[in-house]
């Protein structure tokens, strides 16, 4: 019995819109297999890790920082991007060093 592949999406132009060390957005002019053409955006990240570090009762720790898109400061896990050649191991490690 052949095996039957669903068809599929083209894309037709990739633009960049702008990069930094953090990220790299971009454009791209797509097409799905129904034949309809639209703009899609792709934002595309290192990866990164983020740490749990709770005690024998359960306590986690977290840290309280500002988010600059929504103006508010927040409670989240320390974590951080993982550099190249490094593993998540050591940028949680690095997440929870002293800076």
């Known amino acids: 019995m052949a095996t039957v592949r669903p068809a599929q999406w083209r894309i037709h132009a990739t633009r960049l819109i702008g990069e930094n060390r953090h990220s790299r957005l971009s454009t791209m002019d797509v097409e799905p297999p129904d ?43 320390p974590g951080g991007y993982v550099d190249v050649g490094a593993s998540a191991i050591v940028a949680s490690y690095r997440a929870l060093s002293p800076r």
Do not use: C
């Open 35 to 77: 034949g309809t053409r639209f703009t899609q955006y792709a934002a595309k990240m290192p990866p990164a890790a983020m740490t749990l570090v709770a005690d024998d009762d359960w306590q986690v720790l977290l840290i309280y920082r500002h988010r600059l898109l929504i103006d508010q400061w927040v409670w989240e896990l």
